[in-house]
């Protein structure tokens, strides 16, 4: 399941968090693992031995924070860790390095460091390149553009990869990621599904309405151009005024 969010908004992660309670608390004692956009699969023995410490009470979440993070600034993603925990889940860094992600912002997919391509990897064009290039217009050279995409692409498809390498059949996993990589079936989303092999994928835009009008809003669940935005939408908050 994809949690598209809008990044570090207190109230956007607890809900996720209610998500993750409602639909794995479900599944009694069947195992799933929550994956998180801000951690790097290279980095999971890492991850895992701060997510021990944290199972076994012997670090909170704000050190598990500060060890994978450098920081606590990401105080309001604890929710989910605390869940993830309560209900016996796995916690997974999927996205590829900054440093490893660097040769093809600067050079594009020819630059990239040997290895940070996963086998399979392909190139998504269509209605998620149109989108990302209207979102970069006016901030970078058509090359910058097409350069910053290949690693959005990349990015997308390491994550899938990461989320799906070593799954145990029928193991529920959440990915909680930002949106633009999720968006109407785009992105991550679309290789998740080539790259499970047809496995249902569900989605969940978490949107929240004190950002926006009530005549915005009716736009977010369906596009003109691009389609349904997710399976669903989770509404928080009141829209602001007109």
């Known amino acids: 399941m994809v949690l598209g969010e809008q990044h570090d908004i207190a ?6 968090a209610g998500v993750i309670a ?12 929550t994956a998180w ?10 991850i895992q031995e701060a997510y021990d410490a944290f199972n076994s009470g012997v670090i909170d979440s704000r050190e598990f924070l500060v060890r994978t993070q450098g920081s606590a600034r990401y105080l309001n993603y604890a929710p989910i860790l605390e869940v993830t925990r309560l209900l016996g889940g796995g916690f ?3 996205n590829l390095s900054r440093k490893d992600k660097e040769p093809v912002v600067q050079g594009g997919l020819s630059a990239a460091l040997p290895g940070t391509v996963p086998a399979g990897f392909g190139m998504e064009f269509g209605g998620y390149f149109d989108r990302f290039k209207l979102a970069m217009e006016g901030h970078a050279t058509p090359e910058q553009i097409s350069n910053y995409y290949a690693a959005q692409c990349l990015t997308d498809d390491v994550m899938a990869h990461s989320l799906i390498s070593g799954r145990i059949p029928n193991e529920l996993r959440f990915l909680v990621v930002g949106a633009f990589h999720s968006d109407f079936g785009d992105g991550v989303v679309k290789r998740l599904r080539l790259r499970s092999g047809g496995a249902r994928v569900r989605t969940i835009r978490f949107v929240d309405a004190s950002l ?14 691009y389609g349904v935005v997710a399976d669903f939408v989770y509404y928080l908050n ?4 007109n």
Do not use: H, M
């Not at 926006?212 to 151009?225: C, K, N």
């Not at 009141?238 to 005024?241: D, T």
């Open 11 to 16: 109230a956007i992660q607890s809900a996720q």
């Open 22 to 33: 409602e639909v794995a608390g479900r599944r009694g004692d069947r195992s799933f693992t």
């Open 37 to 46: 956009e801000f951690l790097d699969a290279k980095d999971q023995p890492r």
């Open 92 to 94: 997974l860094g999927v």
């Open 212 to 225: 926006y009008t009530e005549a915005e809003l009716r736009t977010i669940r369906q596009d003109s151009v």
């Open 238 to 241: 009141e829209p602001k005024a």
